[in-house]
C-alpha cells in the first residue's frame, strides 16, 4: 500500500498550489517531531533520502526545495511499480487533499452574508470531482489524517458533510496563511472537534438572547423618543452587544484585569449603554442637549468615552471605552497605547492582564493607512501588547458606497492582517452562537500566542448612514431586502423557541422588562459596578495651571553624581570611536573641565527623573542614538552588538526608563504615544521625530487629540514632542517643523509650545514638564546644530537652579540707555543675531529671548524688557518665511509686550509657498540679509 501511495503522491502534482503547501506543512510537522504526523505519511517521509542542508528548522521554501532536489536525485526512478492496488490508495491521497481543500478555501462558501446578497464564486477545490472522488466513493472508509474530528477514519459521505459543517457554516475560518504549525494545528484542534458549532448551556443562550434584546430595545427607544436624532444605530449588527459581553466575560474568567475599547460612532451609543452601562438617563439627557459644563468645548455624544467595571467569574474587569474623533481607525493605536502603559503599570510584559480590543468599519480597515501601521507595530518591542483582538462591523456599505470595487482591492475587507498573519474569522452576525463561539476562540488565540487577532462581523446596516439619511437612494436592492429581514432578535429567539429553550411570552417578557428598565433611566447591564479604587489617581493633575508652583530644588552635587552614573558602561563594553569621544567629552563636563553640551544636559534631566523614580518612555525614529548623533542613550557593543543604556543602571530602585527606535511610522507612533500619556501621568512620554516636519504624517492626532483632548474630553495629557527645527540650508522638507501650525492650534493653554536655547533651558525644560503639577502637551521646537554650538553650553550651576526661563535678556553688558533698537527672537537664530552683532561692535541693538511661545509668558517678558521702556524700534526676527514661524500668530502677543509708543517690525524671510529654499548659496544669502535687517537701527 505505501508503494502506491507514494506513487499516488507523485503523480498528483503534489509540488504545485495547495497540494505543495499541505505536503510542505506536513513535512515539517514531521522533521519537528515524526509522532505528530499520521503513520501513512510518516512511513513515506521516513523513507525520503535525507539532502545535506536541510535542518529541523527548515521553512517552506527550504522543504520545497528538498523535495526538488530529492526528484532530481532520482526519486522517481526509486518509486516501486504501481501494483494492483493503487485506485484506493490514491483516492486516500485524494481525501486528504480534500480536507486541506477546505481548510485552505472553506471560507469561500460559508454562509456568511445575513441578506444573502453575497455573489460567492466556484471554487473548484470544495468539490469532490475536481479530487477526483464521487458520491460513489461516499461509503468507502478514509483515514482524517490530522481533521481534528476525534475519529481516525470516517466513510467519505460524513466526511464531507462534517467539512461543509465545520467550514461553510456561518463561520469561515482564513488561518491557513500562518506558517506557524503550533497556531495552525491549535486552530484546527479548536474549530474542527466541535464543527465550528459549540454546544452552548440554557443560560448562556438566554444571555445571548438578552444581548439582542438590549441591542434592538435600545435602537427602539432611542428611535421612538428622538426621532430622526443622529445615533448612528448599531440595527442589523446587534450582535455586537452579546459578542462584547462574551469577550469580557471570557477576558476577566481568564485573568484580564483591564479592557480598553476603541470604536467608532457606529453603535457607540448601544455599546455605552448595553455593556458599559452608562446610565440611559444622562444619554437621553444629552439627546435633550444637557451638557456637562465643566468640559470646556465637549463633544457630541457619539464620541464619548466612558469607564466602569464589569462583573467576570474571574472577578471585576475595568473598561475603558477611548474617546474618539471621527477621523476612522485612528483610537487604534491610542487603545494601544493606552493598553501599554496599563501594561507596564501592572509589571505585565505578556498582556495578559490588560487586553485591547478595536472595533473597526469595513471599509475602514481596507482603507485607513493606519491600520496597516498598526498591524506593524503589534509585535515589535517598544509597541506591543500581547495582541490586540480586533472586531470588523462589516455592514458592507461604507457610507453610500457598497460595491466591493469601489472599497478595496481584496476579496475581503481584512485582507490587510494576514500581513501579520493574524487569523480571520469571518462571521454570520444573524447566527449569534456562532458569533459568541469564534469571539471565545479568538480571545483565547491572542492569550495563547500574544499576536492579533480578527473577527469579521458580518452584518448589514438597517438604516441610512445616519438616522437622517435615505439609504435607497444608493442601495436600492439591498436596502428592498433589509426592509424584509427580520431583525438578529427575532430569529435567535425563534430558533430558541425551536429548541424549546423559551416560549413566546419569555421574549415577550424580556423586551417589555428592558423596555420598562429604560424608562426607569438606570444601568442596564447586570455585570455593571461601580469603578473600583483608581489605579491612577489624577487628582492631582487636575485644573493645574501652566504657572503652578514647582519644587527648583537640585544641586551641583547630585547632578555630578547623577553625570558619573550616566557616563559609566560595564567593563569590556567596547564604545564606537565617536561615541567613546562624546562619552569622554560628557565625562569632562559632569566633572565641571568643561561647559556642558546640548546632549549631556538633556541625558542628565532623564537620569533625574529616573533617579527621582519616575517612568521614562521615549520613543521615535533614531531615538536611542539620537538623529543628530547628539544622544547615545543606546551604545551599541563593538565587540558583540549588545546594547547597554547606562540610563537604565542609575542607581537600584530607580524608575524605569524604556527608549526605542520606532518603527517608521508617524501617525500610528504619535498616536500610540497620546494614548499612553494619557493613561499615565507618573510617567515623562516623549516622541521625538526625525525631523520635525515629519510630524506632517501625523496631523490628525495632533489636531484630533493632543490640541483639543482636554477641552472636548476632559482627558489631560503630559507627551512631550521632540521636533528638530532650524534653518541650516537643508532644503524645504529638513528646516522647518512647522512652529506656525501648533501656535494656531493653541488656546485656552491646551498646550505649551517651547523654543529652549541652552542645554540649562532643555534641561530645566524636561524636568518641569515631569516635576510641575500639570499634564498637557509639550510641543518642543529642539535644535539641530546648536546641539553642537559654542555659546549653546551652560554651566552645571546653570543647570542647578532648576528654572526654565520663558524668556531670557539681554546676555552681554551693554548699557541699556544707549539700547536703540530691541530685536525679539526664539531658537537658533539668536545665535547668528548675537555672533553678528558682537562682530559689529554694536552696543545699541539689545536681544531677547522668547523660549515659550505659548502659554505667551506675558509676565517673564515685561520683567526682561523693563530696562527698555523707552525704546522705540522694536524687531521681531525669525528664520521662518513671513507666512510661517511665529510672526503672524503671536504678533498680537510681541505688540501687547513692547510700550506703547513702541513700534513693532518684522526681520525675517519673505513670504513663501515652501517651508525653505533649496540652494544653499540662497539660504546663506537670506539668512544673512535677514540678520543684518535685524540689527540695523532704523
Ligand atoms: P480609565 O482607566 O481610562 O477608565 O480612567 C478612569 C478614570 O480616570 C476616568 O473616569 C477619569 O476620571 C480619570 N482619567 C483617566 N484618564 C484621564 C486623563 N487622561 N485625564 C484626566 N482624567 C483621567
Not at 475602514?364 to 490586540?388: D, K, L
Not at 478595496?408 to 501579520?420: E, L, P
Request: net charge negative; proline share 4%; charged share 25%.
Amino acid at each position: 500500500m505505501q508503494d502506491s501511495v507514494m506513487k499516488a503522491w507523485w503523480e498528483s502534482s503534489h509540488m504545485a498550489g495547495g497540494n505543495a503547501a499541505y505536503v510542505e506543512e506536513l513535512y515539517e510537522a514531521y522533521l519537528q517531531n515524526p509522532q505528530d504526523v499520521d503513520p501513512q505519511w510518516r512511513e513515506i517521509f521516513d523513507q525520503l533520502p535525507s539532502v545535506a542542508g536541510v535542518e529541523i528548522e527548515s521553512n517552506h521554501s527550504e522543504i520545497r526545495e528538498q523535495f526538488k532536489k530529492l526528484a532530481a536525485l532520482g526519486l522517481r526512478a526509486r518509486m516501486p511499480v504501481a501494483s494492483q492496488a493503487a485506485p484506493a490508495d490514491a483516492k486516500q491521497v485524494r481525501v486528504l487533499q480534500l480536507i486541506n481543500a477546505y481548510r485552505f478555501r472553506g471560507h469561500q462558501h460559508a454562509n456568511l452574508d445575513p441578506l444573502g446578497l453575497w455573489k460567492q464564486e466556484r471554487v473548484r477545490d470544495l468539490e469532490l470531482t475536481h479530487h477526483e472522488l464521487s458520491e460513489q466513493d461516499f461509503d468507502a472508509v478514509f483515514s482524517v489524517g490530522s481533521y481534528a474530528i476525534g475519529k481516525d477514519s470516517l466513510p467519505l459521505g460524513e466526511l464531507y458533510k462534517s467539512l461543509n459543517r465545520t467550514y461553510c457554516g456561518s463561520v469561515g475560518a482564513e488561518y491557513m496563511h500562518i506558517t506557524d504549525t503550533e497556531q495552525k494545528r491549535w486552530i484546527q484542534q479548536r474549530f474542527e472537534s466541535v464543527q465550528a458549532k459549540p454546544s452552548f448551556d440554557r443560560e448562556t443562550k438566554i444571555k445571548i438572547l438578552k444581548g439582542l434584546v438590549a441591542a434592538d430595545g435600545m435602537e427602539k427607544y432611542l428611535g421612538a423618543k428622538f426621532p430622526g436624532a443622529k445615533r448612528f444605530s448599531l440595527e442589523g449588527g446587534d450582535a455586537l452587544v452579546p459578542m462584547l459581553k462574551a469577550l469580557i466575560t471570557h477576558a476577566g474568567t481568564n485573568g484580564a484585569k483591564e479592557v480598553v475599547i476603541g470604536m467608532a460612532h457606529r453603535g457607540r451609543l448601544n455599546v455605552l449603554i448595553n455593556v458599559l452601562g452608562k446610565n440611559p438617563s444622562v444619554l437621553f439627557d444629552e439627546f435633550a442637549g444637557k451638557h456637562d459644563d465643566s468640559l470646556g468645548a465637549g463633544d457630541v455624544k457619539y464620541h464619548a468615552g466612558y469607564s466602569s467595571d464589569f462583573a467576570t467569574p474571574g472577578g471585576n474587569v475595568h473598561l475603558a471605552l477611548a474617546f474618539n474623533p471621527s477621523h476612522l481607525e485612528i483610537v487604534n493605536p491610542v487603545v494601544m497605547g493606552s493598553v501599554r502603559a496599563r501594561l507596564d503599570r501592572r509589571n505585565c510584559r505578556d498582556g495578559s492582564s490588560v487586553l485591547p480590543i478595536t472595533i473597526h468599519g469595513d471599509s475602514a480597515i481596507a482603507g485607513q493607512g493606519v491600520v496597516q501601521e498598526t498591524f506593524n507595530m503589534s509585535q515589535t518591542r517598544g509597541f506591543s501588547v500581547g495582541g490586540t483582538v480586533r472586531i470588523v462591523v462589516n455592514n458592507q456599505v461604507g457610507f453610500t458606497t457598497s460595491r466591493q470595487d469601489d472599497t478595496r482591492s481584496t476579496q475581503y475587507c481584512t485582507d490587510i492582517a494576514k500581513m501579520v498573519q493574524a487569523p480571520i474569522f469571518h462571521v454570520n452576525s444573524d447566527d449569534p452562537e456562532a458569533v459568541v463561539f469564534v469571539t471565545q476562540l479568538a480571545l483565547d488565540y491572542r492569550n495563547k500566542f500574544k499576536r492579533d487577532v480578527v473577527i469579521d462581523l458580518v452584518c448589514y446596516r438597517r438604516h441610512g448612514h445616519n438616522e437622517a439619511d435615505e439609504p435607497n437612494a444608493t442601495q436600492p436592492l439591498m436596502y428592498q431586502k433589509i426592509k424584509k429581514h427580520p431583525v438578529p432578535r427575532e430569529i435567535y429567539a425563534e430558533q430558541l423557541r425551536a429548541e424549546g429553550i423559551i416560549e413566546s411570552h419569555d421574549v415577550e417578557k424580556l423586551v417589555n422588562d428592558y423596555r420598562a428598565a429604560l424608562d426607569h433611566g438606570a444601568c442596564v447591564v447586570e455585570e455593571w459596578r461601580p469603578m473600583s479604587e483608581q489605579s491612577v489617581d489624577w487628582s492631582p493633575y487636575l485644573k493645574q495651571e501652566w504657572t503652578v508652583p514647582y519644587s527648583h530644588d537640585i544641586s551641583v552635587d547630585k547632578l555630578q553624581q547623577l553625570g558619573e552614573a550616566m557616563c559609566r558602561a560595564p567593563e569590556g563594553f567596547k564604545l564606537q570611536s565617536r561615541v567613546a569621544k562624546v562619552y569622554e567629552e560628557r565625562s569632562k563636563m559632569i566633572a565641571g573641565e568643561k561647559p556642558l553640551d546640548w546632549g549631556c544636559a538633556e541625558t542628565l534631566a532623564y537620569a533625574l527623573i529616573v533617579d527621582n523614580g519616575s517612568r521614562i518612555r521615549f520613543t521615535g525614529q533614531d531615538a536611542g542614538r539620537g538623529t543628530f548623533f547628539h544622544r547615545h542613550a543606546a551604545l551599541h557593543n563593538q565587540k558583540d552588538a549588545s546594547t547597554y543604556m547606562p540610563l537604565q543602571h542609575i542607581r537600584d530602585g530607580q524608575g524605569p526608563i524604556e527608549i526605542y527606535d520606532s518603527v517608521l511610522s508617524e501617525e500610528a507612533v504619535l498616536a500610540f504615544e497620546y494614548g499612553y500619556a494619557t493613561a499615565e501621568p507618573g510617567a515623562l512620554t516623549i516622541w521625538e521625530a526625525q525631523f520635525g516636519d515629519f510630524a506632517n504624517g501625523a496631523q490628525v492626532v495632533i489636531d484630533q487629540f493632543l490640541s483639543s483632548g482636554e477641552v472636548k474630553w476632559g482627558r489631560l495629557c503630559g507627551l512631550t514632542m521632540l521636533l528638530p527645527h532650524g534653518y541650516e540650508g537643508q532644503g524645504p522638507e529638513h528646516s522647518s517643523a512647522r512652529l506656525e501650525r501648533f501656535l494656531q492650534l493653541c488656546a485656552d493653554h491646551n498646550m505649551q509650545v517651547c523654543i529652549p536655547s541652552t542645554p540649562a533651558q532643555v534641561f530645566n525644560m524636561i524636568r518641569r514638564q515631569m516635576v510641575r503639577p500639570m499634564r498637557r502637551p509639550l510641543i518642543v521646537m529642539s535644535p539641530k546644530s546648536l546641539l553642537r554650538h559654542t555659546l549653546a553650553v551652560s554651566s552645571l550651576e546653570e543647570l542647578a537652579e532648576g528654572k526654565f526661563h520663558n524668556a531670557i535678556g539681554e546676555v552681554d553688558a551693554l548699557d541699556p540707555k544707549q539700547v536703540k533698537r530691541v530685536v525679539m527672537c526664539s531658537g537658533k537664530v539668536y545665535y547668528d543675531l548675537l555672533e553678528q552683532r558682537r562682530k559689529n561692535e554694536q552696543t545699541d541693538v539689545a536681544i531677547i529671548r522668547i523660549e515659550q511661545l505659548y502659554p505667551f509668558p506675558h509676565d517673564d517678558i515685561q520683567d526682561v524688557l523693563k530696562d527698555y521702556q523707552h525704546v522705540k524700534d522694536w524687531v521681531w526676527c525669525q528664520e521662518e518665511p513671513q507666512n510661517q514661524g511665529a510672526w503672524y500668530c503671536m504678533q498680537h502677543n510681541f505688540w501687547a509686550s513692547i510700550p506703547e509708543t513702541g513700534k513693532l517690525t518684522y526681520a525675517g524671510r519673505a513670504a513663501s509657498a515652501s517651508p525653505a529654499v533649496g540652494y544653499i548659496s540662497v539660504h546663506n544669502a537670506q539668512q544673512k540679509a535677514l540678520v543684518e535687517d535685524a540689527l540695523t537701527v532704523k
